[in-house]
């Protein structure tokens, strides 16, 4: 069964950096684009970055210059490093396999001072 299990979340300071992971296994890592997603309570999921099977990343406005997605293809794994984070970036972040329903269980990021 393909697992995708996220870690690195926590809580930080308004301006601070977290650096997410999300390892995968059972699945062919390398032949899938990731995407980071992230849900506020009360709130619908949203994209957050993605990256696709050759390393083209892509932004949602909010995040764009702050946060960075890269990929290790030997580990499984793909990561993303959040600097200059806000109060509003407070979510559960999950990790999915785009075009796939392979979804990880969440991290929480809480920003607050």
């Known amino acids: 069964q393909v697992q995708l299990v996220e870690s690195g979340g926590g809580w930080v300071q308004p301006g601070g950096s977290l650096r997410l992971s999300c390892v995968a296994s059972?699945?062919?890592?390398?032949?899938?684009?990731m995407g980071w997603y992230r849900q506020a309570p009360g709130k619908q999921r949203e994209l957050v970055a993605t990256?696709?099977?050759?390393?083209?990343?892509a932004y949602t406005d909010s995040t764009k210059g702050r946060f960075t997605i890269s990929r290790d293809n030997t580990k499984n794994t793909v990561y993303l490093q959040m600097n200059s984070l806000k109060p509003e970036d407070t979510a559960v972040y999950y990790c999915?396999?785009?075009?796939?329903?392979?979804w990880g269980q969440g991290t929480q990021v809480t920003v607050s001072s």
């Open positions: 990256i696709t099977t050759t390393g083209t990343t």
């Open positions: 059972r699945m062919l890592f390398r032949f899938y684009g």
């Open positions: 999915h396999a785009q075009g796939s329903d392979y």
